[in-house]
């Protein structure tokens, strides 16, 4: 397996403007996550889907930030409109369970967000 | 979750052993010890995890003290490439997210 996928992997666009992030998970992997990753804030969990279906996005900084789902291989991250602090890595991770043993999540490489 | 506690930074002679601490003193019989490491500029990568036996895998081995209240992750022959941040989490074993704290940045020097 080629591992989570995600693209692009660098991203520069100006305040105000869409931003769509996209994660492929490793085939057979139930569970999806979206982390972002700044100086200050550290490494944090946004958002997660079990079989495709949102189950905590308590992370989420707020309205502007949306993920979806829609089939086991295609996640979406979307900044609408996007806002020079979002400037961050955002990463995209999977994992064939989420409780017990054999838990472990597999991280893409990230996209590199840069809003001027 | 249980908080976890890691020294900031630590250096270690290339092909020593490393020995990284970790405090997680609140830790609870249902909670588990894990183990990521990032290198500069790529995702997290996980290393290994226990529960309350010491573990051993390809990477690393984990030591989790018989109170559980601290663990230590030793990388027998470290690298060069083993550089990078370590991150030790407690995770509940019913369905806990990874919380990650501020790790241990292991310099690993010629």
């Known amino acids: 397996d080629a591992g989570v996928i995600q693209s692009p992997r660098h991203e520069v666009t100006e305040m105000g403007q869409e931003v769509t992030l996209r994660c492929k998970p490793i085939?057979?992997?139930?569970?999806l996550f979206w982390y972002r990753q700044t100086m200050m804030r550290g490494l944090e969990l946004l958002i997660y889907f079990n079989n495709n279906v949102p189950i905590d996005d308590s992370g989420m900084p707020e309205d502007r930030f949306s993920a979806k789902m829609p089939n086991a291989s295609f996640s979406t991250l979307k900044i609408q409109p996007s806002e020079p602090r979002d400037s961050a890595v955002y990463f995209c991770?999977?994992?064939?369970?989420?409780?017990?043993?054999?838990?472990?999540?597999?991280f893409g490489p990230g996209t590199r967000l840069t809003v001027l | 979750d249980a908080k976890t506690t890691q020294p900031p930074s630590m250096d270690c002679a290339e092909g020593r052993a490393a020995n990284l601490p970790c405090n997680h003193s609140t830790i609870s019989g249902n909670e588990y010890v894990y183990w990521y490491r990032q290198i500069h500029s790529q995702g997290p990568q996980y290393i290994i995890h226990g529960l309350k036996n010491n573990e051993t895998n390809e990477m690393a081995s984990l030591i989790i003290t018989e109170d559980r209240k601290s663990s230590t992750l030793i990388l027998p022959h470290a690298t060069l490439r083993d550089t990078a941040v370590y991150y030790c989490i407690v995770v509940y074993n019913q369905g806990g997210k990874l919380i990650f704290g501020q790790g241990t940045e292991l310099s690993v020097k010629p």
């Open positions: 991770a999977s994992s064939p369970r989420l409780a017990g043993m054999d838990n472990e999540q597999f």
């Open positions: 085939s057979g992997h139930d569970y």
